[in-house]
Every structure is written in structure tokens, then in C-alpha cells.
């Protein structure tokens, strides 16, 4: 089985609702441990992160060494970075051998294509978000950021990571006059390229949308339970939930 999950969030909330929120993913991780053959992490597990060379923040960490153990045992993890995930560097490889992909992927399953993008920036009229996009991914920017202390730094990333959601909370993905661009984005993938299947995230709303012979699935979020995922068993593609 392949598993596809998105916008858990980590970091978010009350200290409670973290301790709540990560408590699920770790109990999720164990469920499918059995018949997981490869996890994709499609942007955003973490509410913000920006590690240093020799620091990282330290609520994760339980987490962390789950990932660690899953690697140890040579499970597959593939990470997408989403809009909340611009401080990547080189702790996953080094420490999981998990591929951090700082832009879309497609891949080949089988007989079955599919296309995964986090989703940020494919909304319409996000020209301002793009622009800041490119800048906070620069690696001259990042190593710039990498001279602040890093409490200072941290703070400011997860400042920055609410600003991010607050601009995604206020984005109207559905209006009418406008259309959803992720939806769009994704018929478009699929008309003109072939694609079977479009995994989105982001928008946080679990959705599935058939265009011809493909089909487009965002996976939803982790903010509130019961959560969504995806699992594909080589031939079909579900979106399920927590409970």
C-alpha cells in the first residue's frame, strides 16, 4: 500500500491540541506500519520549520524519532515541501535518508501516474504569494536567516508561519466568478498531460473530482479530527479518514 498524507500541522494550537494532534500522526504511522510500502508526506508537517546546521526545533522530536525508526527499518518516506516548510536543509537526508522535494513530483506507479503538489501558489490572484515564495526558498536568503541566533530565528519562522496561514485561511479557493485554481490546476494536468491521478494538499478541504479518465484528490488536514488521508493498493485510489 502507498499512503499519501498532508497538513498535519504540527506546532499549531495550544500545547494541548499539539500533544493531541501529534499523539494521532505517531498512532497513525504504527496503524499502517504493517502494509505501508511508502509514505508520501505532501507539505506541511510541521506548522513551521527552519533548521540550522547544527539545530532544529526541539517540540517535534517525538515525531522526529518515529521517523527514524520507521527509516531504520527501511520503510520509504517521501517529503514535498508545502508553504510552511521553507527552512528544509539537509537534517532529513542526512538523519532519515527521506528526499525532501522542494517542487512538484510526479511518479510512476505500476501502470498508474500520478502528479503531487502541495498545491501553494496554484490558487488565482497569488502573485504576491509566488513572489515571497521564491525569495524565502533562496538559498542566499536562507543562509542569510541562518545568522540569526537561532531562538530568535525560530520565532520569527513561526511568525512567519502564521502570516502564511492566515493568507491561506483567507483565500477563497471556490468563488464561482473566479474558479478553484488548485481544481483547475489539476484538470489541466490531467487533459493535457495524461496523468491519472492529481494528489493535492493545502487548501484543507478533502475533495475528489473525476476529470475524464483521471481523477483529482486533495487530502484534507489534520486540524480537527476525524483526519484524512489517501492509500492507493496499485490499482485504486481512496481517500479515508482517522475513524
Known sequence: MIYFISD?????????????????????????????????????????WFEYKTVIPKHFYRTLAELKRWTDKGKSITYLMGNHDFGHHTFFKEEFGITVHEHDLAITIGNTSLYLSHGDGKAYHDTGYLILKRILRNSFSKFLFRLIHPDIGIGIASWASKGSRIHTDAKEYGEQSVGDGLRDFAEKKIKESGYDYVIMGHKHKAEIQTFGSGTYMNLGHWLSFPATYAVFDGKELKLCSTS
Open 8 to 48: 498535519i500541522h504540527l506546532g499549531l494550537g495550544t500545547k494541548e491540541q499539539q500533544a493531541e494532534r501529534e499523539t494521532a500522526f505517531i498512532q497513525f504511522l504504527q496503524m499502517i506500519e504493517h502494509d505501508c510500502e511508502s509514505l508520501f508526506i505532501i507539505g506541511d508537517l510541521f506548522d513551521f
